[in-house]
């Protein structure tokens, strides 16, 4: 089993360029997740969605969108990307009443 | 605001034992987490605690005091593969994880 897989693993952008974050997961769970991960910082949330169809604003959405067409996709997009966008970012799923999260492998997203 | 504390890094000699503590002050909880992430590497789950107490699984626990809002994790028998960090989360009244940043652990031989 796949779990969840990330793509592209690492890319360099230039600003004011536009980039989708892919995320798919093959365990059918409701709920994803797209965190980043700067370095002194907790994972900090930028969107979520609780199940196929809907979406919610996590701590951090300004700059970025998200669309939940499906269970096992959830693309995350960067329109006019920034420095400050420079980050890892982390694609999540979870499931359950404890709703633990299962983690992709992240992408190293670098703008200048 | 909601507030995850823990310490930044933290060294320990391989075959020891080491507790990582972690603070939280959030709105509303609903279970802590623990995660292990190695360098370069995803988060992956370790421990919950919704309720006071220890829980244990092989060579690592968790104990979590609601009423003091803390919570450690207690890793016995110290690897050399233990070496990474350790998030704390805590789910919050919405049911989203707010997270540390981390404990850095260095194992020495």
């Known amino acids: 089993t796949a779990g969840i897989t990330q793509a592209p693993t690492s890319q360099i952008l230039a600003a004011g360029r536009s980039m989708t974050l892919r995320c798919t997961q093959d365990?059918?769970?409701?709920?994803m997740y797209w965190y980043r991960q700067d370095l002194g910082l907790g994972l900090r949330l930028i969107h979520y969605?609780?199940?196929?169809?809907?979406?919610g604003k996590g701590e951090v959405p300004d700059g970025y969108s998200v669309s939940r067409a499906n269970t096992d996709d959830f693309p995350l997009t960067l329109a006019s990307a920034v420095p400050s966008q420079t980050s890892v970012y982390f694609c999540?799923?979870?499931?359950?009443?404890?709703?633990?999260?299962?983690f992709g492998p992240g992408t190293r997203l670098t703008v200048l | 605001g909601q507030n995850i504390d823990q310490p930044t890094e933290m060294t320990a000699t391989e075959g020891a034992i080491v507790q990582i503590n972690c603070t939280y002050q959030?709105?509303?909880?609903?279970?802590l987490f623990w995660y292990q992430q190695h360098a370069g590497e995803a988060p992956t789950f370790l421990s919950y605690?919704?309720l006071d107490g220890l829980e244990e699984k092989g060579r690592f626990s968790s104990f979590l005091s609601r009423s003091k809002g803390y919570s450690y994790l207690l890793l016995k028998e110290l690897q050399m593969k233990d070496s990474a960090s350790y998030l704390c989360?805590?789910?919050?009244?919405?049911?989203?994880?707010?997270w540390g940043a981390g404990t850095k652990l260095i194992i020495k031989p």
């Open positions: 959030t709105s509303g909880f609903n279970g």
């Open positions: 969605s609780n199940t196929a169809g809907t979406t």
């Open positions: 999540a799923s979870g499931t359950g009443e404890r709703n633990e999260q299962f």
């Open positions: 605690n919704v």
């Open positions: 365990m059918r769970h409701n709920a």
């Open positions: 989360a805590v789910k919050d009244s919405n049911y989203q994880l707010i």
